[in-house]
């Protein structure tokens, strides 16, 4: 019987904001990106584990070698590991990771796939691509909704300068003209364009002009065509939705920080540009606010967050558009072959967007499947609600605390039945923000380790230091919860697709409809000295 499992797909967090990606899928755009598993033993308790990585299928896939520890793994207690690895060079599809666990009585190879896409953009037709095996998901952002009379700064970044660095560079070139700058020193930038880790940077400024998905056109062009009614979910697992939100989450992340340094940041490529609610809603969209780098970095994080949580809710868990237009349009002869399928869809915002609340938002579709014999169409209007919900949460942290001593933070999430979540049903990190921008993060488990007293309790213990060289003062802080993909292989590819992980639950950024500011609501302050 093998003692160690890592019962969920390992999923990606991005180093801009820390946060994971929508269902945790890795991008070949966002270059450097962290792999995390949750690692479960199912045996008896077991002292001195050590945990690697050994290899992956993908040789473009260059992962920074490094072994954890794990003093005490307890019986059916999850321990959360991560490993940077760089994805700049690594090819769409799926690809495998072979995990090597080290005990007294020997090793064992614990070998998980992963979900791999590749963004481009496409100058022809003003969109972006997403290549996976199934098809190539092409979707163009034709509105976007965002604050009215936003400015923005109008700092240029020299485009020369990142030339090595694709297909990001063609992303943040339709955001905004770069023209000048120095190299070495915006850290953001050569993170979006050389992939190097992100450091502080107090000098970065939030500037978003787009919150939400106004309307798009998205066509999927499977590879190869195919009979029947039904074809092929990417990766046999999620929804095509899920591409969609992972493309939003990477744009709004690059066009925050491209309105950092040039002032545009328009995602629409040509489109219809960007508006406010409509005029006969009576609303108007809040201004994300921030005040130094740390405050803009995090609060570039959440928007992105928001956002994907808001076009997940709007395009329904339960079966996206595209799957509900193959219902409706069977083909007539069984020797048809499906050689694209394109969407039409608008969202609406009925409600305001709160992370971790039962919101809605309305969509508006058409579906068109384009055959080898003729052209079928589908449309339809839907209210859906945002099921990825909390009903309360508590943070217990100290309000003072001395350098190198420890600073010991504790959450419990409740979800919609009031029940507490436990163990690695949830990725939970703390993020820091100093009097001077700075930026740093930990990251919270439900262990019975480094200070958690008790594994599976539903409480999240994160455990920090504060050196004697960092800033003295007063350190803001919130933690962040979001959801995991906790879908089973056996599963069929349906059931598969209606679980969505990397949602955002806690709420410290919501998009209001009152004009004014959408702050980051801090859940605490603690006095470093």
């Not at 691509?129 to 400015?151: C, H, L, N, R, Y």
Request: some cysteine; aromatic content about 8%.
């Amino acid at each position: 019987m093998l003692q160690f499992a890592i019962p969920n797909r390992p999923f990606a967090s991005e180093p801009i904001t820390g946060l994971m990606t929508p269902d945790g899928i890795f991008e070949v755009s966002l270059g450097k990106q962290i792999i995390n598993i949750h690692l479960i033993n199912s045996g008896i308790a077991v002292n001195q584990v050590q945990v690697y990585i050994e290899s992956i299928s993908d040789p473009g896939i260059v992962i920074t070698a490094h072994t954890h520890d794990i003093a005490y793994a307890d019986s059916e207690v999850s321990h959360l590991f991560s490993w940077e690895a760089d994805f700049s060079a690594a090819a769409p599809g799926k690809h495998m990771v072979s995990f090597i666990v080290v005990t007294a009585s020997g090793h064992q190879r614990i070998i998980k796939k992963i979900f791999v896409t590749k963004m481009n953009f496409n100058p022809s037709n003003l969109s972006f691509s997403v290549t996976t095996p199934e098809a190539v998901f092409d979707v163009a952002f034709k509105e976007m909704i965002g604050p009215q009379d936003i400015t923005c700064s109008n700092k240029k970044i020299d485009i020369a300068c990142y030339s090595d660095r694709k297909p990001l560079l063609d992303v943040l070139n339709v955001v905004g003209e770069l023209q000048s700058c120095d190299c070495q020193s915006n850290n953001l930038l050569n993170y979006l364009c050389k992939g190097v880790r992100v450091t502080n940077n107090p000098h970065f400024s939030l500037c978003a002009r787009q919150l939400l998905i106004g309307k798009i056109k998205a066509q999927v062009q499977p590879t190869p065509a195919y009979k029947g009614q039904y074809g092929d979910l990417p990766f046999q697992d999620p929804w095509w939705k899920v591409v969609l939100a992972i493309v939003a989450f990477v744009l709004l992340v690059a066009a925050a920080i491209a309105e950092a340094v040039d002032g545009s940041g328009d995602l629409t490529a040509g489109g219809g540009g960007t508006h406010d609610l409509p005029s006969n809603s009576g609303g108007e969209c809040c201004t994300p606010a921030a005040q130094n780098g740390g405050d803009s970095k995090i609060a570039a994080g959440l928007v992105a967050a928001a956002a994907t949580v808001a076009t997940i809710a709007g395009a329904s868990d339960a079966r996206d558009p595209f799957r509900k237009g193959q219902d409706h349009t069977a083909p007539a002869t069984g020797t048809e072959l499906t050689l694209a399928e394109t969407l039409d869809l608008s969202f609406s915002y009925p409600e305001e967007i709160v992370p971790g609340k039962a919101f809605k938002v309305k969509a508006d579709w058409q579906y068109q499947r384009d055959t080898t014999e003729g052209i079928y169409e589908h449309k339809d209007t839907e209210t859906n609600a945002n099921i990825h919900i909390l009903s309360s949460y508590d943070i217990n942290a100290p309000n003072t605390v001395h350098p190198d001593e420890p600073f010991i933070i504790k959450a419990q999430f409740y979800n919609a039945n009031n029940n507490l979540f436990v163990g690695n049903q949830l990725f939970v990190q703390c993020f820091f923000v100093g009097p001077s921008g700075e930026w740093r993060s930990i990251v919270l488990q439900d262990n019975g380790l480094a200070k958690d007293e008790e594994a599976n309790d539903g409480t999240y213990t994160g455990v920090g230091y504060f050196s004697t060289d960092e800033p003295m003062g007063r350190w803001k802080y919130l933690v962040v919860a979001q959801d995991v993909n906790h879908a089973t292989p056996d599963m069929k590819p349906e059931d598969a697709a209606q679980i969505v992980g990397g949602m955002l639950l806690t709420n410290q950024l919501s998009f209001t409809f009152g004009g004014g500011d959408c702050p980051i609501n801090f859940d605490g302050e603690v006095n470093v000295g």
